[in-house]
């Protein structure tokens, strides 16, 4: 890896010397507000391919001594900043990546001396009159160096939480960590010498027992990335510039690879968009860096309509979820809000902070999510597909009575948890029922702007099925009829927003009687001017 104390900026040189490379340096202009003070403790968690390393080196490279890189950073965001040059290079540099040293080490439970040791040796390389032989933990030696040059240390640990993920069922290593930060980061002492303390991650502080030994790190995360949002992916706009200069369809990338909601910033995924760019290839690449292993186990388990909730957001749909009860690590999982959380901080779910919503953020993630559940013995999931086949199929043979029975059939066996009250419930169930034609369609348009009102649904086919697969428009109604939405889809003229998207167009109007418990539902293809 390299020296631990002050490294140069090879690393970071690697991330600019690549074919592409989009300036994350603004969230330099952030750290540089905080130094010093008490919002310098930062533990940013984000999924695998966001580019927590990138980020961890760009840090690296601003702040060490040993960096020398002015150069390196002119013409980028942050060499607009006035504070540009008062900060770069300017401080004694700790970069710590725990995935390494797990690696590198004998075991979980020596990362923490083997830490200790090497950052140890460097320092003592450097401040030799200081730090003697005896010196023996971190703590103590960065207090040293403080008193005696008036010094304060940047310390920046990549992968903070491996030992919490990968080595969860580990007390010992566990132990002998939390301890190592506490040490490092919790008390009066530390503030005399941290002038920047940055944890990257993917999963936030890990609540009860690691908490309390970093409750003094402002948390920004998949759930509330606050300031940090526009820093965490790549932004609309960095990838619209992207896509103008490689010349690819702009819709079709967001429609792939968007759907990670962060404040008000949609946020992509970094290594996705540039595969793309570079490959030209729509498909998904989250296998080629993330297992869907961690969460099969998990999906599995028999928790009280977690199942339901998968097919509901394959289906298109979002779910409520209580993100307060996860405890943040892995093996105090209990609960489907439990689950969610987790799939959210991995990246497998997106997450509405306003309505406390999780989805499938995007065609990637739907297509992993659909394999990895595919890849396991979940008869329900291969049962309900079919069921939804079968609904498909009747839905294009203009099978009214067909449609509406398997819609009965569906609620009934799959999704009897969804209790009717409405027409919203109906419409739940119903996005649920037509999960099939995620293979053929764009995920349906719920409340889609037409002619004269707004459309229950619109599946409109992906360009590749367009001359196979008509467009479907759907009006519901709750204890009313049939005839009722069929009129109305008519009247408003629901069908004529989406003429330039589709060939041919069915109208489908589906009624749920209150009394007698039946669906109806008419079908009828729409005639073209």
């Not at 939480?161 to 939390?178: E, F, G, P, S, W």
């Amino acid at each position: 890896m390299g020296r631990f104390v002050n490294p140069d900026n090879s690393a970071f040189q690697v991330a600019l010397n690549s074919k592409i490379y989009v300036d994350k340096t603004g969230l330099l202009q952030y750290t540089n507000s905080v130094l010093g003070t008490t919002d310098a403790y930062i533990c940013n968690s984000r999924p695998r391919r966001f580019g927590k390393s990138y980020t961890a080196n760009m840090l690296t490279a601003y702040y060490s001594k040993g960096a020398k890189s002015e150069s390196m950073f002119s013409g980028l965001e942050i060499s607009k900043s006035p504070d540009f040059k008062k900060h770069i290079n300017q401080y004694d540099a700790i970069h710590i990546d725990i995935q390494w040293f797990l690696a590198n080490c004998d075991d979980a439970e020596t990362v923490v001396p083997c830490i200790t040791q090497s950052v140890l040796d460097e320092l003592r390389e450097i401040y030799p009159d200081i730090l003697s032989s005896d010196v023996v933990y971190l703590p103590d030696a960065l207090s040293r160096v403080r008193e005696k040059t008036g010094q304060k240390f940047i310390i920046i640990i990549d992968e903070w939480d491996v030992l919490i993920r990968d080595a969860a069922t580990n007390q010992k290593a566990q132990d002998k960590y939390i301890h190592f930060l506490r040490g490092l980061f919790k008390g009066t002492e530390p503030t005399k010498y941290i002038q920047l303390a940055y944890l990257t991650g993917i999963l936030p502080i890990k609540k009860e027992t690691t908490q309390s030994a970093l409750n003094n790190f402002d948390e920004f995360t998949m759930l509330s990335a606050s300031a940090l949002a526009p820093y965490i992916g790549f932004t609309e706009t960095e990838v619209q510039k992207l896509s103008q200069k490689y010349q690819q369809n702009f819709d079709e990338v967001k429609r792939w690879y968007d759907g990670y909601q962060l404040n008000s910033h949609s946020v992509y995924n970094p290594r996705a968009v540039v595969s793309v760019m570079l490959k030209r290839e729509f498909k998904s690449y989250w296998s080629e860096t993330a297992s869907y292993e961690a969460i099969v186990p998990l999906i599995n388990r028999n928790y009280d309509g977690l199942k339901t909730a998968i097919i509901e957001m394959l289906s298109g749909g979002s779910v409520k979820v209580n993100t307060a009860t996860f405890k943040n690590d892995t093996i105090n999982i209990q609960s489907k809000d439990d689950v969610l959380t987790y799939m959210i901080h991995l990246g497998y779910l997106s997450y509405n902070q306003a309505n406390k919503t999780a989805f499938i953020p995007n065609e990637e993630i739907r297509q992993e999510l659909t394999t990895a559940v595919a890849c396991q013995p979940w008869n329900e999931m291969l049962l309900f597909q079919q069921e939804s086949e079968k609904l498909l199929d009747a839905t294009l043979d203009l099978d009214g009575s067909a449609v509406a029975s398997q819609i009965e059939k569906i609620h009934n066996e799959y999704v009897s948890v969804i209790q009717y009250h409405n027409e919203n419930s109906l419409s739940s169930v119903l996005a649920i029922a037509y999960l099939s034609a995620m293979q053929y369609y764009f995920k349906p348009i719920r409340e889609l702007p037409t002619g004269r009102g707004f459309a229950d649904f619109v599946f409109i086919p992906k360009p590749e099925y367009k001359s196979d697969y008509p467009a479907l428009v759907v009006e519901l109604k709750w204890n009313q009829n049939a005839q009722t939405a069929m009129q109305q889809i008519k009247e408003k003229k629901y069908p004529t927003s989406i003429l330039e998207y589709t060939g041919n167009i069915l109208l489908v109007a589906i009624n749920y009687k209150k009394d007698s418990k039946e669906h109806q539902c008419l079908i009828e293809k729409y005639d073209k001017e």
